[in-house]
């Protein structure tokens, strides 16, 4: 038997809960994050490959939320903050060891990309739609014949955005469940799942709702494949990895993460999904609302239970 | 020059002397500490073995707070000290999370805060609070480059331990076994 007692006014997780420093901000952000990096990703990937007129929601309409989901997740950040006015020195640093100055830099790429690809489209929606100013029709113009360049720019940093989501969290020895190398390509999967869901959503065309249907279900394949790497790995690591693996094998958020997660948010979506392109007909705003909400609960309940799983000594 | 700190778990009665004393020193707010009394009991009653240790920041070598912090407001300075300079912390949590020593808190006027080794004592000769007021004398402070050092000539002495050295960050808070 062995008991730790701790004694003194010290600011413990066992004694307060001080040290649980990261709490919903950060979750909402790594999923709005990942979301917008889905959306852009697939976006510049339909408009490299010369597809728009084929998925025309994907490429043209979708991004549109990418500004909102950007600057909302943005927002969450700067709450998550405690020293608020002090933000800015973020981008007076470059720390290339540091993920979230990787972060805070990729943001501040990507937002105003995606505020342009936007803007690129925005007489798609908007016919009418006039720039009143000559050098905002310069802009557009300038753009327009660089559009090719901007996609891959686009498509680059939203992969980076996609996958840094992760490392964010895997950086950190300290917390043995984010401790894994898998949580990047996972979130990037995830994102990139939850961005095929918001196209499935706003589609109004069959073709392309199918399209979606099935980036979807291979996106959530890979996710299982991974989540099922990570509880081996962490399985067959240290004692730390094994309790970190625990929490979710028969631990405190056992039901929260094989019900909310991997049950309503990859593999009921998956069966929809496998119906929709047979011959049943679903409503697809069941399997698309349930991928995002998997999509949040997966970053909610990592960040969570990583700040529970710890070293022992 | 690399300052070390070696903490004698037979001698430490676990008075919490050192956590009042850094409290009263650095400032500490009410509720809050930069170093703290760590008691385990192992063995199952009547044979029980307790060992009590006073620990801090370990000021470790390869610091994940460092290595994390994207402002650089975390640093390393003179004799290898971790600090924390308040006017470039952002508060955004990234080296608390990092800490597998769970060292740092942060401070109700938003920058993270933690053990600075006394720092502004060491400039003026002095040592660390915890150290000085130590009614058993088990804390040893200097720099290991040093062979004359109190911390030096202790390890040389004793056995000792440092904590979850398989982190990987090695640690500069030595407990004498």
């Not at chain 1, 043209?60 to 020195?89: E, N, S, Y």
């Not at chain 1, 011959?279 to 998997?294: E, K, M, Q, S, T």
């Amino acid at each position: 038997m062995n008991e730790e007692v701790i004694v003194s006014g010290r600011m413990n997780q066992m004694v307060d809960p001080h040290l649980h420093i990261w709490h919903w901000q950060i979750s909402l952000y790594l999923f709005l994050g990942g979301m917008a990096a889905g959306i852009l990703a697939i976006a510049a990937v339909y408009y490299i490959r010369g597809r728009e007129n084929d998925y025309k929601t994907a490429v043209r309409l979708t991004p549109f939320l990418t500004p909102f989901l950007l600057v909302i997740g943005l927002l969450a950040l700067f709450i998550d903050l405690r020293h608020k006015l002090f933000f800015w020195q973020l981008y007076t640093n470059i720390k290339l060891q540091s993920p979230m100055s990787w972060g805070a830099w990729t943001l501040m790429v990507i937002t105003p990309i995606s505020f342009i690809w936007c803007a690129l489209h925005i007489r798609d929606i908007f016919p009418a739609w006039d720039w009143k100013f000559k050098w905002l029709w310069a802009l557009d113009g300038f753009f327009n014949k660089y559009k090719k360049a901007l996609a891959w720019v686009m498509l680059i940093y939203a992969i980076i955005l996609g996958i840094y989501t992760g490392i964010l969290l895997s950086a950190f020895n300290a917390r043995p469940l984010w401790n894994t190398s898998i949580l990047g390509p996972l979130f990037l999967a995830s994102g990139l799942s939850a961005g095929a869901a918001a196209t499935l959503l706003l589609s109004k065309n069959e073709a392309e709702r199918k399209q979606f249907a099935r980036i979807d279900l291979v996106m959530i394949g890979i996710e299982l494949f991974l989540i099922i790497h990570m509880f081996m790995g962490f399985l067959a690591s240290t004692q730390v990895q094994i309790e970190a693996a625990n929490l979710f094998l028969g631990g405190q958020y056992t039901m929260s993460f094989w019900i909310f997660v991997v049950a309503l948010g990859l593999v009921i979506p998956a069966i929809l999904e496998i119906m929709e392109l047979g011959r049943y007909h679903i409503p697809v705003l069941v399997p698309a609302v349930l991928v995002l909400f998997g999509s949040l609960m997966l970053r909610f309940i990592i960040v969570y239970a990583g700040q529970v799983s710890r070293w022992l000594y | 020059m690399r300052y070390a700190m070696a903490v004698d778990t037979r001698k430490c009665v676990g008075c919490s002397d050192c956590v009042v004393a850094c409290q009263t020193e650095n400032n500490v707010p009410i509720g809050y500490c930069r170093d703290w009394i760590v008691e385990v009991t192992d063995g199952t009653y009547p044979q029980l073995e307790m060992e009590i240790r006073s620990e801090r920041c370990n000021q470790c070598v390869n610091a994940p707070c460092v290595r994390c912090c994207p402002t650089g407001a975390s640093h390393f300075a003179d004799g290898g000290i971790v600090l924390v300079t308040q006017t470039e912390c952002i508060g955004c949590g990234a080296c608390i999370a990092s800490c597998p020593y769970d060292a740092r808190y942060p401070h109700p006027d938003g920058y993270v805060d933690k053990c600075t080794f006394c720092i502004h004592r060491i400039k003026n000769g002095m040592k660390p609070a915890c150290v000085d007021v130590c009614p058993t004398k088990c804390l040893y402070f200097g720099d290991l480059d040093d062979p004359n050092s109190d911390v030096s000539a202790v390890l040389r002495k004793r056995k000792y331990k440092t904590l979850i050295p398989e982190a990987g960050t090695k640690p500069q808070l030595y407990f004498l076994i």
